[in-house]
């Protein structure tokens, strides 16, 4: 059943206020929800009926108005509950009584049982396994929510809002209630309860209202708070400062748990988080993992304005929070560290994964028109590319300009559910613009492909430029309108300095140049001599870039161009290039050589220290496989990996001296706090040891062994972890053994454990990944354990994934089928392994396909499954 936006009428009915009584158990959790209901004055539909939402419910008792209802006043099916005449001249008040079994819930959607802590995920549509209700955002309501449970087991009880009560009952149990003032819809409701810690701290907020701030964890984890609690205060100052957006509440807090779906969930002040994106101790936890916390936490804290006091009209709206709220978590990482560096970091993101999925089946609109399961929207489309859509929106406005529309969006809307289109309304409005055009982008699906011609007139000094643009067919939209695509632009002047020119009658160091036509000419003056073009800086829209350039240009820019972006890309591209050519060779059988201009741009970038560390660590990291895959007709996976592997490998040998040295220079035993500076260095360090690793010398192996004993930090240990299991290292074994040994009481560090060996490019991994699934400590219903081994393994390895037998598919499509049963949000994340096979050679296009074949003839298949698979056949 497929579900369309043209097809969106407002609610019939509304429900202002919902009382909701949980007697929590395991296995038999009664609800009880009474709630206030009247018709909505908005709605055009006559009919008397009223169906609310509900599945996997036992119905103990239905009343309206205090009587209880008979058998032929209403009808329970599996999707939803329908009173056949509701009253219609007046409010009234329902009250249901269910019961439910979180134990049994191993979809971990609704209520659920996480080790021995009871939970709940209601996004997007998880209330309705709760108890019936109108299960949709436009419905917004006041919660008030009494929690009764054993009190030894569940001494802690959470819900949304401010405390209102508390008791004792007799058998030991107790009861917390909770309110919310806030209206809100159901996928924001959340209930905790368990043996919990409280990590307390407070915020003041630039009002000066004090804020209590409290996070949740298990006793053993109390010891790994801290930087999530610092990156919480700083993104609640962050939020004021840059937004002007303060709390509203007097007391946020923060539960984490071992089993999530996702990586974390906004409810009105009660975050539920995956442990992964709270837990971090500089010995469990890398720089990277910081990063993602502070990241995470700010995204969530974000959400408070994107997405709950404004929030989605419709689930087709929903990069209305995701895209508004990813793009200010961006900024807001980038302020904390580096802006360059995090932008490049989104980007790379952005073009390996969600190019992808933008170029393949299952490609969609930021804002999607069709859906069959609305958890398979939760994608790198409707997050990245909806943040990209912002930033160029911030773009186009300039910060300020931006800041003024983003202030009229939250006073305009403040309490409402809206949509996609209201946010650039209020863009417009606030600014005296118009974006009809730019529109376009919520709408059509593809990424453009931008191309650019030069014209140079050395008699004028004028240069010429002819840009066009073109988006490939998607599926359901076979033809594409141009896009309003800003490109910023810069001019390097020969020796390499930034150029000034003319543009429309002023003088520029750069511009952005809208792009609005499917083919455009600009013209800059006053040049005084062929200038080299920096096209599209800081990645300005979400397009690919196709200018031929000649490696000498290449090694110019990336010694040259001002645009941290651009000098990175320049690198980048050649490096591609370096390694398209090697490819060519190999798939022609001719001789492997590498262009000494790669060599010698790698030299200067090795020389030039003193600067960003992160960012030079950037600079030095090859393009990974998957975005080289990207650009191939047919993707070669043999020789993307064999002519990449190459590449380093020369690099590794011609400029071992640069690489020992570096390392050498920041190489130190430190416990690993996280602050820039220590970042950088070990960034840097660890970047010149993957590079050493690949000559396999005594010495080398030495230098990882020595690194990974002596590590006091995980960012170094796992780092040269990674160097020895990617190399024929003689004490590999020994080192995964004391590895797993040291840790195996860290759930999140034993993932580690699991990615490293599964994403390992040497041979024999296939089998590893086979004998890891019968580990004790693999477990099918823990998320972050199959993402660590089998999504790793089919997502992140694509040498040993597509293995040209289709092992690597058949293992894939089974791991699919047993998910499905247990948790079909999971199973249908891990088929994007096999989405993409008409990129592949015709041997494994059939091979990938019969594996899609067999998943979608399985029994019960999940709605989640059978779109993604399904559609990935289409
Ligand atoms: N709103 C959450 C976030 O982006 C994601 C929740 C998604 N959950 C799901 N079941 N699809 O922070
Ligand atoms: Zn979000």
């Known amino acids: 059943q497929t579900v369309y936006l043209k097809d969106y009428t407002p609610p019939e009915y509304l429900i202002d206020q ?17 709630m206030n209901v009247r018709r909505n004055p908005q709605s055009a539909a006559d009919s008397v009926a009223l169906s609310l939402w509900g599945e996997e419910l036992q119905l103990l008792s239905i009343a309206v108005d205090g009587r209880p209802l008979r058998d032929s006043e209403y009808l329970v099916g599996d999707e939803a509950l329908i009173i056949h005449e509701a009253p219609q001249d007046r409010p009234f008040e329902i009250l249901i009584e269910n019961l439910i079994n979180p134990q049994a819930n191993t979809a971990l959607e609704g209520l659920y049982l996480s080790s021995s802590m009871l939970c709940t995920q209601c996004e997007a549509q998880g209330f309705r396994k709760i108890t019936w209700f109108l299960d949709r ?192 978590d961006q900024q807001f990482s980038g302020d904390m560290t580096s802006p360059a560096v995090k932008r490049i970091e989104d980007v790379n993101a952005l073009r390996t994964r969600q190019f992808a999925e933008d170029a393949g089946p299952l490609a969609h609109p930021v804002r999607p028109e069709a859906y069959i399961e609305i958890n398979n929207f939760y994608t790198l489309t409707v997050y990245e590319k909806g943040a990209e859509v912002v930033r160029m929106l911030h773009t186009l406005l300039g910060a300020e300009g931006f800041r003024k529309g983003c202030d009229l969006y939250f006073q305009r809307h403040d309490g409402q559910a809206v949509t996609c289109e209201d946010f650039v309304k209020a863009l417009e409005d606030a600014n005296g613009v118009e974006f009809k055009q730019f529109r376009r982008w919520y709408s059509q699906a593809g990424t453009p492909l931008l191309t650019v011609e030069q014209d140079y007139d050395a008699a004028s000094g004028r240069l010429q430029l002819t840009l066009r643009q073109s988006c490939p067919p998607t599926p359901n939209q076979p033809v594409k309108q141009p896009l309003h695509i800003p490109v910023k632009l810069g001019l390097l002047n020969p020796d390499g300095t930034p150029a000034t020119f003319e543009f429309a009658g002023e003088r520029h160091n750069e511009v952005t140049l809208n792009l609005t036509e499917a083919e455009q000419r600009f013209s800059f003056g006053n040049l005084a001599g062929q200038p080299v073009v920096s096209l599209l800086r800081g990645f300005s829209a979400p397009v690919t870039l196709k200018m031929p350039r000649s490696l000498d240009e290449l090694a110019f820019l990336l010694s040259h161009d001002s645009d941290t972006f651009n000098r990175w890309e320049a690198g980048q591209q050649l490096a591609t290039q370096a390694i398209f050519q090697l490819i060519d060779s190999i798939e ?87 602050d820039a500076g220590a970042v950088g260095r070990r960034r840097l360090k660890n970047t010149c040891l993957s590079y050493l690793s690949k000559l396999e010398t005594p010495d080398s192996h030495r230098l990882a062994e020595q690194q990974f004993r002596g590590a006091r930090n995980m960012t170094d240990q796992i780092s040269a972890l990674a160097a020895i299991v990617n190399s024929h290292h003689p004490d590999k074994a020994d080192c995964l053994d004391s590895f797993y040994r040291q840790w195996q009481q860290e759930a999140l560090v034993i993932d580690k454990w699991f990615t490293l060996q599964a994403t390992s490019s040497m041979p024999n991994t296939f089998a590893n990944v086979q004998n890891l699934m019968r580990h004790p400590a693999f477990d099918m219903k823990t998320p972050n354990r199959v993402r660590a081994l089998v999504g790793a393994f089919s997502q992140s390895n694509p040498l040993h994934f597509h293995a040209a037998n289709g092992e690597g598919y058949r293992f894939l499509a089974d791991r699919v089928i047993e998910l499905n049963a247990l948790n079909p949000q999971i199973a249908s994340r891990m088929v994007s392994g096999l989405a993409q096979w008409r990129r592949y050679d015709a041997n494994r296009q059939s091979l990938m396909k019969q594996e899609l074949q067999r998943i979608v003839a399985t029994e019960q298949l999940s709605k989640d499954v059978y779109e993604i698979a399904s559609k990935s056949l289409a």
């Not at 309860?193 to 009002?207: K, R």
């Not at 090795?606 to 990974?624: K, V």
């Not at 592997?645 to 040295?661: C, M, P, R």
């Open 18 to 34: 919902i009382e909701l009584d949980f007697d929590l158990d395991e296995q038999r959790t009664r609800v009880r929800a009474k």
């Open 588 to 674: 022609l059988g001719r001789p492997l050589q590498l262009e000494p201009i790669v060599v010698e741009a790698y030299r200067k970038v090795l020389a030039d220290t003193g600067g960003d560390l992160s960012y030079q660590a950037l600079l030095l990291a090859l393009p990974e496989e998957s975005y080289l895959s990207g650009q191939m007709a047919v993707i070669d996976v043999e020789a993307v990996h064999q002519a990449r592997e190459f590449v380093k490998k020369t690099l590794a040998i011609s400029l071992a001296d640069q690489f020992l040295e570096l390392y050498r220079q920041y190489h130190r035993d430190e416990s690993g706090c996280f």
């Open 137 to 328: 955002p436009d419905v917004m309501s006041r919660f008030k929510t009494t929690l009764v449970a054993d009190k030894a087991k569940y001494p802690v009880l959470l819900s949304n809002g401010n405390k209102t009560g508390s008791g004792e009952l007799d058998n030991n149990r107790h009861w917390v209630s909770w309110e919310d003032p806030f209206a809100k819809p159901c996928y924001l409701f959340a209930l905790v309860a368990g043996q919990l810690e409280c990590v307390a701290d407070e915020f003041v907020t630039m009002s000066g209202r004090r804020i209590a701030l409290e996070i949740f964890v298990e006793q053993h984890n109390v010891d790994k708070c801290s930087h999530a609690m610092q990156s919480l205060k700083n993104a609640m100052r962050w939020d004021e400062e840059t937004y002007g957006l303060e709390y509203d509440l007097d007391l946020y807090m923060i539960v984490a748990v071992d089993h999530f779906n996702m990586g974390a969930m906004e409810n009105k002040g009660l975050n539920v988080f995956n442990t992964k994106f709270v837990l971090a101790r500089p010995d469990t936890a890398t720089d990277s993992d910081y990063e993602h916390i502070e990241g995470v936490i700010g995204h969530e804290y974000f959400h408070n304005w994107s997405g709950n006091r404004v929030t989605c009209r419709d689930w087709f709206q929903l990069s209305l929070k995701e895209g508004f709220t990813v793009f200010r």
